[in-house]
């Protein structure tokens, strides 16, 4: 073990979610300075892609939607590119103009909409109609959307990550939400255990995960949902039927980088039945918990 180093905890709150960052360093206020900087990192990431806030790219972008192209800088560009590959590996599925479904769905309520109220939102999804040319970005139906909130956080955890390696920082993690990037193992170099929750018992886990390096990251059908006449309605909607996904309860995929982790464990749940063969083919570690309550897993 490393003399007169230490593990400091610092916990915030961004996106909405109770955030986490670990750095091991020698003294309180040098992991305090680093974890400030990663922690404006985050911040800085949230004002400028959150589609609550009206100054965000992605809120000018989608106020003129049917209107005007939008200018986008190369770090905007770089996540449409990445929504770009996610739409065409997932077979369409990941789709980042179905953020639009979320009008449709209140969770608050626990109201399901009605067909004619869902075919009006489905027919606003269309990523393949979003027009790029050069550095603009422009969306062709009044009422279009794009939403970055399918990797947004991932991006985040690793961009922070990066920035406290940056600084020297070679044991600690970000934990943003429970999507997590490693940025090294402990002080005694054993690995960090990520427990995953239970899907259906929130203070229960089903399975305790050893990350040295590289992220995890988990989709859900019990972080926002309802039940109806004793089915239950999830977030994870799927962009073809406007309807949420039922197959799985819970997908954890682990991964070099937390957007990879973020946006497979997403495309696993949208993909449904053909998740798990979505699974073996990426190469990355996955739990994933079916709605028996079945497990199927590898290399974790």
């Not at 926002?224 to 239950?232: A, I, L, P, Q, T």
């Not at 949420?244 to 682990?254: G, K, Q």
Request: aromatic share 10%; proline share 3%.
């Amino acid at each position: 073990m490393k003399s007169g180093m230490h593990s400091f905890h610092f916990r915030f709150d961004a996106m909405g979610s109770g955030c986490e960052i670990v750095i091991v360093a020698e003294t309180k206020k040098d992991a305090q300075t680093i974890a400030g900087c990663a922690i404006e990192e985050v911040s800085r990431i949230e004002r400028k892609f959150s589609r609550y806030r009206s100054d965000s790219i992605v809120s000018r972008i989608n106020a003129a939607a049917g209107l005007d192209s939008v200018e986008c800088d190369e770090e905007t560009l770089s996540l449409f590119q990445y929504a770009d590959t996610l739409y065409e590996s997932s077979g369409g599925l990941f789709d980042i103009t179905a953020g639009v479904l979320r009008h449709a769905w209140d969770f608050g309520n626990a109201v399901v909409p009605d067909h004619g109220v869902l075919s009006v939102q489905c027919s606003l999804i269309n990523w393949d109609s979003v027009e790029r040319q050069g550095n603009s970005v422009r969306l062709p139906m009044a009422g279009m959307e794009v939403d970055f909130g399918g990797f947004g956080k991932e991006y985040a955890a690793d961009r922070a990550a990066a920035l406290i390696h940056g600084k020297g920082i070679r044991n600690g993690y970000v934990n943003l939400a429970g999507d997590i990037r490693v940025v090294g193992p402990k002080l005694d170099e054993s690995p960090w255990l990520i427990g995953i929750q239970d899907p259906r018992h929130k203070k229960r886990t089903i399975a305790s995960i050893p990350l040295f390096t590289g992220a995890l990251a988990t989709s859900g059908d019990y972080e926002r949902f309802f039940e109806v006449d004793g089915h239950r309605y999830c977030h994870i909607i799927h962009p073809r039927s406007g309807h949420p996904v039922t197959y799985w309860r819970s997908v954890t995929v682990v991964a070099p980088l937390a957007i990879t982790a973020g946006s497979y464990s997403t495309i696993a749940m949208l993909k449904e039945a053909d998740g798990l063969a979505f699974l073996e083919n990426s190469g990355m570690g996955y739990l994933a918990v079916d709605q028996l309550g079945e497990m199927f897993y590898k290399n974790i």
